[in-house]
């Protein structure tokens, strides 16, 4: 804006003081969101690599050899193995559903699947435990068939495919709408069938998106916390999941072992959003708040 | 609103029927995973009687909740909207070293779980931690009090503010600052009278995101928190410790109120999108 002032001779009388007053107004705004994002975000985030390396290498590595952190981190990565290809079915069939098309109800219809994001993560677990909790709906049912979904693992796979269910969807839905039906179309002329028109025509051109929508749901899914909680139970070495760890560990003062957990899930963190930029800078990706 | 057209003579179940597999993967999913689990919640909360919701809505540390949670919430949420303009103003119209790397971290609150950025902040701002230590001679305490909820929830909503706002700063034309600017107006009128009026759809929807988040928030709060009644303890904190203790009936209630306000912000961020494209369009 300092330039276009130069542009403008009807503002040029002005424009040195006025030139001037922006150079000192843009490095005040500059100077106040390094700091706001310096006390918020960078300091914060720099702060967990700090800790975790506090006593050096070997004391990072110890925690791996802990058990009930290898087996946080084995149900964390079993959680997203499960949650991620599930919602990606159902984010594509949303999105396939949805895109190019008009019917009474489509707004209301994203608007529904949007609606975990909306929904705190503990009344989503809350949910849960009165749908399959001993003392919920289907829990006499459960108990009856000797099924355990509540504290274990489905519990928190449910919880978790819960909180992500809108991501994929959310991404793929512009991405198809962006390209159009025409080439399906011409595919469908030329004799393809559904799945080779999906295979070769619709994934290609919403690939940098379904990516982008892969990484969000798998980032969520492994570092979700309140719905975890209420649904896992928490039971040490048997459904804790690593932000559920960090919790524990953070209370007993383990210092050493909360942060070498919040270290992996921060790295996870980092090449999430590395992934994010190398596709918008790469694919075009529009960046959008969720 | 289960088939496309809404053709009069197949009949609802025909439609359903012959829906393609995209439709019934997608109906399937929302049901099992979504529908089921909200009208258990709802379902719960009717069995009770509503002299039993009401005393449990009504109850003291419960409203003490409520005031914490909502009033803190409200608080981060405009904190943010102040600071999430002056954040995409930056990244839009200026040009300094390091934006690419501000604009890139800017989403970190979405991708770091919020464990880790309890875990973190409680540390840097307790009384011996890194910025906690400078507030401390001041009589400021952060951690395990009602201003760590907020440092908590201001972290968590941060981006929803500056990602609402950054690409309607983008689309916007300079030519109308630079006209209101040629025929003499001041930087602030220039500010209020132009700039402002078409962000501030997009302001206000990042606010009431902002706010939305910020009231589920649990996890990073738990962390930072004391968790201490009529303090700082927080709803969703309070219903895990309803839980913990198997009162099933004051989990629900209290979760019941805290839907009912997350669809109410849901519903004011419609609107206020509605309102906006109709006006800035």
């Known amino acids: 804006m300092a330039d276009s002032s130069l542009q403008q001779p009807v503002a040029a009388a ?23 994002l310096g006390l918020i975000l960078l300091v914060p985030t720099l702060n967990v690599f700090v800790q975790a390396f506090k006593a050096g290498l070997p004391g990072l590595l110890e925690t791996f050899s802990n058990k009930f952190f ?22 594509l069939c949303a999105a396939l559903s949805l895109a190019n098309k008009n019917f009474p109800g489509r707004s209301l219809l994203i608007s529904i699947i949007d609606l975990p994001f909306s929904i705190s993560p503990v009344v989503a677990g809350l949910m849960l435990v009165l749908l399959f909790g001993n003392r919920g709906w289907f829990g006499p049912l459960l108990d009856a068939n000797g099924i355990k979904i509540i504290f274990a693992l489905p519990g928190i796979v449910m919880a978790s495919i819960f909180i992500t269910m809108p991501f994929i969807a959310r991404e793929v839905l512009p991405a198809l709408e962006e390209a159009g039906t025409q080439q399906e179309e011409a595919a469908a002329t030329l004799g393809a069938s559904q799945w080779q028109t999906f295979w070769r025509v619709t994934l290609p051109s919403i690939k940098w998106s379904l990516l982008y929508g892969l990484i969000l749901t798998n980032a969520r899914a492994m570092g979700e916390f309140g719905a975890v909680t209420v649904v896992s139970g928490n039971i040490v070495g048997k459904t804790q999941t690593l932000p559920l760890f960090i919790e524990e560990a953070h209370i007993q003062y383990n210092s050493q072992a909360a942060y070498t957990a919040a270290l992996l899930l921060a790295c996870l963190a980092v090449v999430t959003l590395v992934v994010k930029f190398v596709l918008e800078r790469g694919a075009g990706i529009q960046s959008k708040s969720h | 609103m289960t088939s496309s057209p809404p053709s009069s003579s197949p009949g609802l179940w025909h439609q359903i029927l012959h829906a393609p597999w995209t439709w019934r993967v997608t109906w399937f999913y929302l049901i099992l995973f979504l529908f089921l689990p909200m009208a258990a919640l709802v379902l719960k909360a009717l069995t009770l009687n509503p002299a039993e919701i009401w005393r449990i809505a009504t109850d003291p540390v419960a409203i003490s909740t409520y005031n914490v949670t909502f009033f803190t919430a409200l608080v981060a949420s405009i ?44 540390t840097i701002y307790s009384t011996n931690g890194w910025i906690g230590g400078f507030l401390e001679p001041f009589g400021i305490k952060v951690s395990f009090t009602r201003l760590g909820v907020l440092v908590a929830m201001i972290f968590i909503a941060l981006p929803f503010s500056v990602r609402t706002v950054q690409p309607v700063l983008q689309d916007m034309e300079p030519e109308m600052e630079e006209a209101a600017w040629s025929m003499g107006a001041s930087q602030w009128q220039t500010f209020r009278r132009v700039i402002l009026p078409p962000l501030m759809p997009a302001i206000l929807t990042g606010v009431a995101m902002g706010f939305s988040r910020a009231v589920g928030e649990y996890g990073s709060v738990v962390i930072i928190a004391g968790n201490i009644p009529f303090q700082d303890l927080i709803a969703p904190v309070l219903i895990v410790q309803r839980l913990e203790q198997f009162d099933y009936a004051g989990a629900t209630v209290i979760g019941t109120v805290l839907l009912l306000i997350s669809l109410s912000a849901l519903l004011v961020i419609n609107l206020i999108q509605a309102r906006g494209r109709r006006f800035y369009g």
């Open chain 1, 70 to 91: 290898l087996n946080a981190v084995r149900l964390t990565l079993i959680t997203a193995a499960i949650t991620v290809p599930l919602n990606t079915v159902f984010g």
């Open chain 2, 79 to 122: 904190i943010n909207g102040f600071a999430g303009l002056i954040i995409a103003w930056v990244l839009v119209r200026y040009e300094f070293p390091g934006k690419r790397f501000l604009d890139a971290i800017i989403d970190l609150p979405f991708a770091l779980p919020t464990a880790v950025a309890g875990l973190t902040l409680s």
């Open chain 1, 14 to 36: 002005g424009s040195k003081s006025q030139g001037a007053a922006f150079q000192w107004g843009k490095w005040l705004l500059v100077a106040f969101v390094f700091g706001f």
